[in-house]
Structure formats: C-alpha cells, structure tokens
C-alpha cells in the first residue's frame, strides 16, 4: 500500500556529508511516522531518526548533532542530512513509514549503502 524508494547513498570519507532521499508513494495519507533506520554487518537494526507528521523529530544519540531529518510534503519525500560522518555510521540505510505511534514501522524500502572511509 505504501512504496518507499531511498537514494542517496555511497562511498564517502570520514569527516564527509550525503543527503539520503526517500520518495513515497501508495496511501501514504495514512502514514503518521517517517524515519531512517539502519543496520551494520553483524548488528541489529537500529533507529536512526524520525519524524511524525507534526514535524517532532527523534534521533539516535550517536548521530545527534549530526544527522538531520526533515520532510517536503509537496514532494512526499523524507530527507536524511548527514555531515561529520564516522566510519562507525557504515550501514544500510532503511527509509521507514508508520501507520501508528508504538515504533514499528509497517512499511520499508529497499535500503541504500553507506559506507564512510577512515
């Protein structure tokens, strides 16, 4: 019901920026929660950031200060801007909807790699 295309993603040097997108389409009227999540080789996928259709934001504490999330409703896409970027942030990268609040996304794309260089 609800599609999510990322891109974004590559290779890039420690200390080094990317903007990851996140298009959506489907019934996406019915989406409360967008977010990022990702997840290293050997490791649980974790979340990374969130927002809620009224624009409140969450972050993983080890990107705040970091990462940025933001949205542009006219374009339905999900943006996540990452700067300073540690080796330790090489993962794939999930964009995420929600049809609820509890934190279990119903719905996810195909995922994009990042991988940070030291």
């Known amino acids: 019901q609800v599609r999510l295309v990322e891109s974004g993603g590559g290779l890039v040097q420690a200390g080094g920026s990317l903007r990851l997108s996140c298009v959506a389409s489907g019934n996406i009227d019915s989406i409360n929660v967008m977010g990022w999540y990702r997840q290293a080789p050997g490791k649980q996928r974790e979340m990374v950031a969130t927002?809620?259709?009224?624009?409140?934001?969450n972050y993983l504490d080890s990107v705040k200060g970091r990462f940025t999330i933001s949205r542009d409703n006219a374009k339905n896409t999900v943006y996540l801007q990452s700067h300073s970027l540690k080796p330790e942030d090489t993962a794939v990268y999930y964009c995420?909807?929600?049809?609820?609040?509890?934190?279990?996304?119903?719905?996810w794309g195909q995922g994009t790699q990042v991988t940070v260089s030291s």
């Open positions: 995420s909807a929600e049809r609820g609040w509890g934190g279990q996304p119903d719905y």
């Open positions: 927002i809620t259709s009224g624009g409140s934001k």
